[in-house]
């Protein structure tokens, strides 16, 4: 059995990743991808929120534009039609 690093196990913690289930495409992977990043991030934010490390409004904003970055993601890669 092989060991793996510290920071590996850490990173698949704090950003687990799930297996994609839908309809295959590589646009429908990829969003899925950031979909779960997304999702990811948010968790912290309302965390550090909730834990009073960041203010209301700071978490607000950075979730603000992570949706914003999540709509585009979806334009370029979803909305081709």
């Keep these: 059995m092989t060991q793996s690093s510290p920071n590996f196990d850490k990173d698949r913690f704090f950003n ?3 297996s994609y289930r839908g309809e295959f ?6 969003f899925n991808a950031n979909l779960q990043e997304f999702a990811n991030k948010v968790t ?3 965390a550090l929120e909730t834990n009073g490390k960041i203010s209301p409004s700071d978490a607000y904003y950075q979730i603000k534009e992570l ?3 999540l709509q585009e993601s979806k334009r370029n890669l979803l909305d081709h039609a």
């Design 16 to 18: 687990p990743r799930t």
């Design 25 to 30: 495409t590589p646009e429908n992977l990829a």
């Design 44 to 46: 912290v934010i309302c």
């Design 67 to 69: 949706w914003k970055k």
